[in-house]
């Protein structure tokens, strides 16, 4: 059975610091990864999405990576902005998705 | 084409009433998904449509919830006889495939349930 883990369930950090979010997941076959964000009490964004034969992608200010063979993703922020604070969830697609329970990043003025 | 649609955005309703929610999804996408997301939680999967076809239905999915998506496009979720354990966001998701391989989900807002 698939499982999704993201570390840490929450993070804290002041305005234009570089971080990273991290997902592992336990079966190696998927279709593909895709990271979403999501605001309170709204909808699920999706920021970049990985398919199985890639490594990484990038956009803007985020950049994500795969590596399947270990069933890791990672997810890098680069000079985070208080806009940026939302809960990311990494979800991987078996044919269905399967969601990690989000990291909620906070970042301070 | 502006995203996926999901209609009403809120509604609240009285316990043992039933509701019903509409989801229209991006044209060109032939996959349609409803996922239901309690306060704190990851998104449930509920059920997936092949174009006009309900391919899976999660457990989860009592008798009282019917999914239908009877030409292909937009879908629509009924819950009969509403219980406050029902109270949740309900997202619908599409997605555009090719053979069994899909290629990136969009979602929509969701809408929000609350049952008193």
């Known amino acids: 059975k698939q499982e999704v883990t993201q570390i840490p369930a929450a993070l804290s950090v002041p305005e234009g610091e570089n971080l990273v979010l991290n997902c592992s997941f336990t079966d190696s076959a998927i279709y593909n990864l895709q990271w979403f964000r999501q605001d309170p009490g709204k909808g699920l964004t999706s920021l970049l999405l990985?398919?199985?034969?890639?490594r990484e992608q990038t956009s803007g200010r985020l950049n994500a990576s795969l590596d399947k063979s270990s069933g890791r993703s990672t997810l890098y922020i680069a000079a985070s902005q208080p806009g940026d604070s939302a809960t990311y969830l990494c979800?991987?697609?078996?044919?269905?998705?399967?969601f990690g329970q989000g990291t909620t990043l906070q970042v301070k003025p | 084409d502006t995203g996926v649609s999901q209609d009403p955005r809120h509604k609240i309703t009285k316990r043992g009433q039933n509701v019903t929610f509409r989801c229209d999804p991006i044209s060109e996408h032939n996959r349609l998904y409803w996922y239901r997301q309690t306060l704190g939680q990851g998104p449930e999967f509920l059920t997936y449509f092949q174009n006009e076809a309900q391919l899976e239905k999660s457990r989860l999915l009592s008798d009282r919830f019917s999914a239908e998506r009877p030409k292909g496009s937009f879908s629509t979720l009924e819950i009969q006889r509403t219980e406050q354990g029902d109270s949740a966001m309900y997202l619908c998701?599409?997605?555009?495939?090719?053979?069994?391989?899909?290629?990136?989900?969009?979602f929509g807002s969701g809408t929000r349930l609350t049952v008193v």
């Open positions: 979800v991987v697609d078996t044919g269905k998705l399967i």
């Open positions: 990985i398919q199985s034969s890639q």
């Open positions: 998701a599409s997605s555009p495939t090719r053979g069994d391989r899909n290629y990136g989900y969009t």
